[in-house]
């Protein structure tokens, strides 16, 4: 249906709005420069080749020095940019891939773990819940029953980060020799060594590395990971290079009770892995890393303990979701976007956002909706995570972003699943082997974890991809694919996220 005259009267009334009010500097500076040459015209080469000749070198000498001194100091003083140089993505191979029919049969091999009713429980959550035919799991999942050794942990993680940091260092002249710090996060596996450990010995890095582990921040911690690794550059020399892995480990985390809570990560996590190297040099630079925001709940009881690892009434480990999680997310991320907002919206959305506060407070025994910024005005791409298909609902409906906004993150979990704290990269991924991104665009990455935290992290691309020949080379052709939703009934208790 075509747009009604008064809807497009109000968009150009809006967009007009917005370019006065984003460039009011420059308005009111080319004013000012405009009536000082209209009050001082007309202007002879002759006066101006006096004034100068009035001014004395001594003072001109001491102008100079001082201005320099000053753009020096302040230089100094000024935190240094971080930037993505390269990144690099777990490709799983076909042997590994889980297709519905394969997770079916082999719940069916194994009825001393679950009966019929929770099979058919399983089905309907695996058709509700956005992923697709070709996602993977581990070697580990293949065997029946899984296998839960330490050694398929660490052959799992062997797999998905070495084949992940290899495929960023093929995509860059930096070599392992020039990083100086590593940071490697994931949730549940923990060995000893540490993984950080494991890269620092299969890539001979250098022995006065910081490597830094992180364990238990879920999903959001690949956005921790970069935040860390942000304020170690600031305060490093020019030229410092950061190498941050984000994983999840399946093998050592598959719940073979019966409680359905718990179930569900065996259902939507797959396999998979990001790497990513970062300066504060922008030599060779993809992207500048432009702010960092972390919104932890914990102090909340409910929000503390909504994803929570435990043992059920059998002695079985898993992870229990709740059925408030969705609903805390989004508690979660007002207070996020209520902190980054500020920070990256135009002028012109934030005036609108202060006069909506204001109308409220002036109106106060009415109830007045305030003003919900839009923002695409600061962003072109959102990566948003994709831990299920309610989760990236409920951001899409909180933002008011279209479907389009969207496809990356519905694309990523239909084609690899849940891989925790690695999605967002393969968000980016997407959206680069389409070539949507252009130089300048401005991403927003935007995760959930446990704790319960939200954490935000936004880009602008300095140097757009040459090419699609990351994670999606194989089946980018395939994709937007057409999503359909079953009419069939969960219950409540994981409707709210599946």
């Known amino acids: 249906m075509a747009p009604s005259l008064s ?84 490709r799983p191979k076909p042997c590994f891939r889980a297709p519905f029919a394969t997770c079916l049969e082999h719940v069916r091999l194994m009825p001393y773990l679950v009966d019929e009713e929770d099979i058919t429980w399983g089905w309907r959550l695996l058709q509700r819940s956005g992923i697709g035919e070709e996602t993977c799991v581990p070697y580990a999942y293949h065997y029946v029953p899984p296998d839960h050794s330490l ?71 690949g956005l921790i990971s970069v935040g860390l690794a942000r304020k170690l550059l600031r305060v490093a020399p020019p030229g410092t290079h950061a190498l941050v892995v984000s994983t999840e480990i399946l093998s050592s985390q598959y719940y073979v009770g019966s409680e359905r809570e718990m179930l569900l990560p065996n259902v939507i996590f797959r396999m998979g892995a990001a790497a990513m190297i970062m300066s504060n040099s922008p030599e060779r630079a993809l992207f500048r890393l432009v702010r960092t925001v972390r919104t932890v709940a914990a102090a909340e009881d409910a929000s503390y303990r909504c994803v929570f690892q435990q043992e059920d009434g059998e002695g079985n480990t898993g992870i229990r979701l709740s059925k408030d999680l969705v609903a805390i997310a989004g508690r979660t991320m007002k207070r996020n976007i209520v902190a980054l907002g500020p920070l990256v919206l135009p002028a012109s959305e934030k ?42 609902d409920e951001v899409q409906r909180g933002l008011g972003l279209s479907d389009d906004d969207v496809e990356a993150s519905r694309m990523t979990l239909h084609r690899l699943g849940n891989t925790s704290s690695s ?6 991924a997407y959206i680069e082997a389409k070539g949507m991104m252009m130089k300048g665009d401005r991403v927003w990455m935007i995760s959930f974890g446990a704790g319960f935290e939200c954490n935000s992290v936004a880009w602008e691309c300095v140097v757009p991809a040459a090419g699609a020949d990351g994670p999606w080379v194989d089946c980018i052709h395939r994709y937007p694919v057409q999503l359909e939703l079953p009419t069939m009934q969960l219950p409540k208790v994981v409707e709210s996220i599946i």
């Open 7 to 90: 809807s497009m009267a109000k968009a150009a009334l809006k967009a007009s709005f917005e370019l006065v009010v984003n460039n009011f500097l420059a308005i009111v500076a080319a004013a000012s420069i405009a009536a000082t040459l209209w009050t001082a015209w007309p202007i002879s080469i002759d006066g101006l080749a006096g004034r100068l000749h009035a001014v004395r070198p001594v003072h001109a000498l001491t102008a100079a020095i001082l201005a320099a001194a000053l753009a020096g100091h302040w230089r100094a003083r000024r935190p240094r940019d971080v930037y993505l140089v390269e990144y690099g993505c777990f």
């Open 151 to 221: 050694q398929a942990s660490r052959d799992e993680a062997e797999l998905v980060i070495f084949s992940a940091v290899d495929d960023a260092f093929s995509r860059t002249s930096v070599t392992p020799a020039e990083i100086d710090v590593v940071v490697v996060n994931c949730s549940i596996f923990t060995p000893t060594p540490v993984l950080a450990d494991m890269v620092v010995s299969r890539y001979k890095l250098r022995a006065d590395v910081r490597a830094v582990n992180l364990s238990g921040m879920g999903c959001s911690a």
């Open 351 to 392: 005036i609108l956002v202060a006069v909506s506060l204001l109308k409220r407070w002036v109106q106060s025994g009415r109830r007045v909706r305030l003003y919900r910024p839009d923002f695409r005005t600061a962003f072109e791409h959102f990566c948003i995570h994709a831990g299920g298909r309610a989760v990236i």
């Open 423 to 428: 999605t967002v990269v393969y968000e980016l």
